[in-house]
């Protein structure tokens, strides 16, 4: 009989022993219109252990990602340029044709259908960053997108007889429309062809600006943060994921600090880099490591994480897997130091009295992020 406590620690075992270094991700496929690349739970094993999957869509000028459904689902974030997207919500009789720009947030829920467009003039590529639970999907860690047209796209798996009943056409028509797409999930569109323009009121209720947005946490010259949660984007409670946009200037850390509702921490380095160090059980650093712009980590359940800026500051997005995540932090006048009695902190560290003012005195007006001293 396998004890509950032996099982319990195998699995501390496993996630302690866990390689949690910042990986960039891996070409799944592409044509002249862009490219989709995503991070394998065979290169990033926590994206396997928290069921989480994480990808990046680039699209150059003209390009196009076809109309396409995942078993998962997401959080997309606009790391860069400007463009369209196309969202059909689940049982909603009408498209929305969403402008999206830097900074811009979406809460994507199951069953929703996207397609994502960059001007054929425009001289920057469109870059999206998904993020998002696996939990039900096909493969833990790791997304599956189902693609409605092209040459991998579903109805080319359906027989003639099928699509034609379906689409009410005969079966030659039939035959042609399901094959005249021999792309695959991203395409250039052809010179001059007129895609539909995105309406200004599409994007209430579904798009958040995180660079425009309140900001949530303020601290000259620490840094800031735009929380992503049920108040200001509703469709993130259908989603089940938080999210947040993080910057802090150079040479700046961010707190030591967990997640306390027993949440995973999905962060990709937007741009700038930095020190960062993980704390798992018993006190032992399971990560130290230079995180870079293009990198993507994910700190376990509990775990403690801070970083340090490099010169140039530090900018990241991250996901928590629920919608509105609560944080504590063991550094900073918030943190559960100035909470404690003074006599409990005494015997906890075993030093004197003098010693322990010393250590209550500090970090009264830093909050969360500490500019260089």
Known sequence: IVSSTMVQRSSNAEVMSMDLSPKKPAKAYGSDGGAYYDWSPADLPMLGAASIGA????????????????????????????????????????????????????????????????????????????????????????????????????FTGFSTEFVARAWDLDQDAAAKIVSTQPGSGVVKIAAG???????????????????????????????????????????????????????????????????????????????????????????????????????????PRFFVVSKIADETGMEWFSIITTPNPIFSHLAGKTSVWKAISPAVLETAFNTTPEMEKLFRSKRLDSEIFFAPN
């Open 193 to 299: 062809h007129k895609m539909p323009e995105p309406r200004a009121e599409d994007r209430e209720g579904v798009v958040l600006n995180c660079l425009e947005a309140p900001l949530d946490v303020d601290i000259p010259g620490g840094g800031c943060v735009v929380v992503l949660n049920t108040a200001n984007l509703p469709l993130v409670k259908e989603v089940g994921l938080g999210a947040d946009l993080v910057r802090i200037g150079g040479r700046s850390m961010c707190s030591p600090g967990f997640s306390c509702d027993s949440a995973y921490q999905v962060t990709y380095i937007v741009r700038g880099g930095g020190r960062v160090q993980v704390v798992g059980i018993d006190g032992t650093r399971v990560l130290e490591t230079r995180a870079e712009a293009g990198c993507l980590f994910i700190v």
């Open 55 to 154: 990808a990046k869509l680039h699209l150059s000028a003209g390009g196009l990602a076809l109309p396409s459904y995942s078993d998962s689902a997401k959080v997309a974030y606009v790391l860069q340029g400007a463009g369209a997207c196309g969202l059909v919500l689940p049982e909603a009789a009408k498209e929305k044709v969403i402008h999206v720009k830097e900074g811009d947030a979406l809460a994507l829920p199951f069953g929703a259908v996207t397609w994502w467009h960059n001007a054929e003039g425009s001289s920057t590529e469109l870059v999206v960053l998904f993020l998002g639970d696996t939990s039900k999907g096909h493969t833990p860690g790791r997304f599956t997108n189902f693609q409605l047209t092209g040459a991998s796209g579903i």
